[in-house]
């Protein structure tokens, strides 16, 4: 039992518990994370030369105690786990894992992995997306949080969800100039609202970031449709165009530009596993099926975090820890029982106000529906909203998979994790089909892209 | 039971070309695909259009589908990225180059053009080469083209003909009652005067039914691309032994094959591996050292029908007078797809063919005995 090779795939808040909790039970496993340093997303670390300079307080705000404790817990693990940073997945067979450390491949063996690999920006295109000066929300985050420095000298936020006020909050209270935050939901003025109160303390701290916003002079506005970023004379990104819920336009101007439409989760790794999936049609992605307990459809898969279910940073901590709980039952550990049920309990609550979240700032599936033909939309492949709209017409074919075999969307460097959602909705309205029909894209490996001198084993 | 002069069991690109090439004679035809038109092999393959190299049983068949991939514009209102952008086939040792110049001089009773590429000449015209290419023989209207579009333009055209093309339509079973073909596919049941089994890996399972029993095993190429580069190279390459093929596309991906990934033929599952990836890379950075800074960024396989010889079974049934098959093609049939379909159709509506099919026979192998004076080093997959 003790024997038992546990993976755990991420090393953010959802694998750090996971990791702490098999570690207490005797177990050691391997932690394998793409980042130099654990944290995730939401508790990043700047390099250690920066520390100095922005104290948990400053990076985490709310959070900074609940970072505290993972990080000093987690490093206090020591060697009792096998913890493998800046290491990428490629391929993931049954049993196996063959990973990119320092340039070279290795294979790793394991009986049971706990997936919690997070999730990333979800974008709908706009014309220029593509431009320089063009970020994704966690992207701007990222460089705010991991190498203390701004996107650019006046920025504007535009999409949806939770990130949109809090990156947007940060950046502002790191004294950076937020030209607009500009809101495709009507957020938080629905009625809807009013549900998410049960939320308690993660909502108000949403109102606050909003309210915070408002008492500083930033403007924001909501139920806009985001028309085109406009350029600057070198072809960079010179501020946005958009449209108020009364149909005038205006366009504000900046020097970078952070959008999102809330998260999508990191599914190719369950994607390659071969788990089953189902589509969760609040969040509108697909994703992998878990039972009450968050296993997986496969025996020896265990699904934590975002990556499984976007719920956030405290979730993903109860979840890690009852991923990990569950495993050693499952391996024949008595007596967990009672603390996997109170922490499913609490699960069920979090899954509740979530979905009151997503309903509030609904991905909004008909920007995607009513691109323009010009439009990039798959930007690896160069193939742009019109072309791929052309393969629907001429072909007939409205299902995901067939149309990236005849357009080439989603076979590039990112498979489709950047454009795939959208071209999903396109898939859908074009093909005059419901959305679950319009299909799963999937994936291939490598899960991500890796030099063939690498695989070769040779150094570059 | 709605009554067909020619049934086609599998929607590959073999299938979908007969479909095509007996509705365009106006006879009444069906085709039954299990999922979707080319989404198995014919869709997933290495593109390579390729004739150099082939045994010469398929060299006629080769030689006239080379003559469709030219005018598929025409025929299916699409070039699917055909490019006649050659093929190298090149020769690490002296033995190799002898081996290249031996087939030239029996390619040409063919009518099929070779070009002899020396030591100097090679450096100068591919100088994207590794140091250890000695030379090459070059097939200048051989090419390339992108095989997801091909079988399913194909089946478009089809269907434009009148062809009835049924996707998702698994044939369970099917059989001779004295005086025409059943077809059973579940919820119904088809008629024909003809039969033509075009099932690819599954083409034996659909012969062992009217008792042609035959072994076909099943391979799966494993394929790799990587992320688009300027473009630096024309011709598709091959080398002596196959144990690599390479191309560059007109978007600037190269893709290569090299070794064999798994294949279920019952779950329709297949998948490359990653140690054969690894050794691919290693390959084709030998080939073209340039690649190494190159990204791999997807890797795929397909399921491939492979048969003890090398060559697929193109011709007429053993046992049932009627029926016609056309599987086994063991990695290389992409190119002879074309051709096959055009022959089936000849087979079905005039009883034989024009085109010279007869080295590829069933006869060959009755029983899964293959005889041996047919085998041959030469054929590989591409
Ligand atoms: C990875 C890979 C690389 C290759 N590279 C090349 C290359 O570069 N050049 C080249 O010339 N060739 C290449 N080949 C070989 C080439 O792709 C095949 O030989 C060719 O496509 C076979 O065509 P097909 O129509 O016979 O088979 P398929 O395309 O496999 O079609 C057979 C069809 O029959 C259907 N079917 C089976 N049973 C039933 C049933 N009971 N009812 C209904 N439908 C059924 C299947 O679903 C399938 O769609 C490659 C093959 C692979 C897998």
């Known amino acids: ?460 | 039971m709605k009554h067909y002069r020619v049934v086609i069991i599998g929607g590959g690109l073999a299938g979908c070309s007969a479909a095509l090439h007996v509705s365009r004679r106006g006879a009444k035809v069906a085709l039954l695909e299990r999922g979707r038109c080319g989404a198995q092999a014919s869709g997933v393959n290495f593109g390579g259009v390729r004739q150099q190299g082939r045994h010469l049983a398929e060299m006629p068949l080769a030689r006239r589908s080379r003559s469709i991939w030219g005018g598929l514009r025409e025929l299916v209102g699409s070039d699917c990225e055909f490019v006649a952008s050659g093929h190298l086939k090149l020769a690490c040792s002296v033995k190799e180059m002898a081996e290249l110049e031996a087939y030239r001089a029996t390619a040409k009773d063919y009518g099929l053009d070779l070009e002899l590429v020396g030591p100097k000449a090679i450096r100068d015209r591919y100088p994207y080469l590794g140091e250890a290419i000695l030379g090459g023989s070059i097939c200048h209207e051989d090419g390339q083209a992108n095989p997801r579009l091909v079988a399913p333009a194909f089946a478009r055209a089809a269907r434009r003909c009148g062809a009835d093309i049924f996707e998702n339509a698994p044939v369970i079973n099917a059989w001779h009652d004295g005086r025409r073909f059943v077809v059973d596919v579940g919820r119904e049941c088809l008629a024909a005067d003809k039969l033509i089994n075009t099932a690819g890996a599954w083409g034996s399972r659909v012969a062992s039914w009217f008792g042609d029993h035959v072994d076909e095993d099943v391979m799966a190429p494993n394929m790799c691309v990587t992320e688009p580069l300027p473009f630096f190279m024309k011709p598709a390459l091959g080398v002596c032994g196959g144990s690599i093929y390479l191309r560059q596309t007109l978007h600037g991906s190269v893709v290569f094959g090299s070794g064999l990934g798994i294949a279920d033929r019952d779950r329709l599952r297949a998948r490359p591996l990653p140690a054969v990836i690894e050794e691919g890379a290693r390959k084709a950075i030998q080939l073209v050292p340039r690649l190494k800074n190159a990204l791999l960024v997807r890797t795929w396989t397909g399921i491939e029908g492979r048969m003890a010889d090398g060559l697929p079974v193109v011709g007429r049934s053993l046992n049932v007078e009627g029926l016609f098959h056309a599987f086994g093609f063991t990695g290389h049939g992409f190119q002879l797809g074309p051709a096959v379909g055009a022959v089936l159709s000849e087979y079905a509506l005039d009883g034989d063919s024009t085109t010279d099919v007869t080295g590829l026979s069933i006869n060959r192998m009755v029983h899964g005995h293959v005889h041996q004076h047919i085998s041959c080093p030469l054929h590989h997959t591409a």
């Open chain 1, 1 to 460: 039992m003790k024997n038992e090779k546990v993976a755990i795939i991420g090393a953010g808040p959802a694998g750090m518990r996971a990791a702490m909790t098999l570690v207490e039970h005797g177990l050691r496993p391997t932690v394998i994370d793409e980042s130099s340093m654990s944290g995730g997303q939401i508790y990043r670390r700047p390099p250690r030369d920066l520390d100095a300079f922005r104290p948990r307080q400053m990076l985490y705000g709310f959070e900074a105690r609940k970072a505290g404790a993972l990080h000093i817990g987690f490093d206090g693990l020591g060697d009792t786990i096998d913890y493998r940073p800046n290491t990428t997945i490629w391929s993931v067979e049954n049993g196996r894992l063959s990973v990119v450390a320092n340039d070279a491949v290795e294979t790793l063996a394991w009986d049971r992995l706990v997936l919690a690999p997070g999730a990333m920006d979800r974008i709908v295109p706009v014309r220029n997306w593509t431009v320089p000066g063009v970020y994704t929300l966690g992207a701007a985050q990222i460089a705010l949080k991991a190498q203390a420095s701004s996107i650019g000298n006046k920025v504007v936020f535009f999409g949806t969800g939770p990130l949109l006020y809090l990156v947007a909050y940060q950046y502002a209270k790191a004294g950076l100039d937020v030209a607009a935050v500009l809101d495709t939901s009507l957020f938080p003025s629905v009625p809807k609202a009013a549900s998410l109160l049960s939320g308690g303390l993660t909502f108000a701290k949403g109102l606050y970031h909003v309210a915070w916003l408002k008492a500083h002079g930033v403007r924001t506005v909501h139920g806009i449709r985001p028309e085109e970023i406009t350029l600057t004379q070198t072809g960079t990104a010179g501020g946005l165009t958009f449209r108020h819920p009364d149909g005038s336009t205006e366009t504000i101007k900046a020097s970078a530009i952070a959008f999102g439409y809330g998260l999508k989760a990191e599914t190719q790794i369950a994607d390659l596993l071969d788990l089953e999936f189902f589509f969760d049609s609040t969040n509108r992605q697909w994703l992998p099926v878990q039972d009450r307990y968050g296993r997986s459809s496969c025996q020896s898969v265990y699904l934590a975090g975002d990556g499984a279910w976007i719920r956030g940073a405290d979730m993903a901590e109860l979840s890690g820890t009852r991923a990990a709980l569950v495993l050693l039952a499952d391996i024949g550990v008595h007596g967990l029982l009672p603390r996997i049920d109170a922490l499913s309990a609490k699960i069920r609550t979090a899954d509740r106000f979530r979905r009151a979240i997503e309903t509030s700032f609904p991905f909004p599936a008909h920007l995607a529906a009513q691109l323009e033909g010009e439009v990039t939309l798959c930007r690896c492949e160069g193939v742009t909203v019109g072309a791929f709209r052309d393969a629907i017409a001429q072909t007939g074919e409205s299902e995901i998979n067939r149309l990236k075999a005849f357009t080439r969307v989603g076979t590039g460097r990112c498979q489709g994790r950047v454009c795939g959602a959208s071209a999903m909705e396109i898939a859908a309205s074009s093909g005059k089909t419901c959305i679950q029909d319009a299909g799963r894209l999937r994936g291939q490996i490598p899960v991500k892209p890796v030099p063939l001198s690498t695989l070769a084993g040779e150094t570059r």
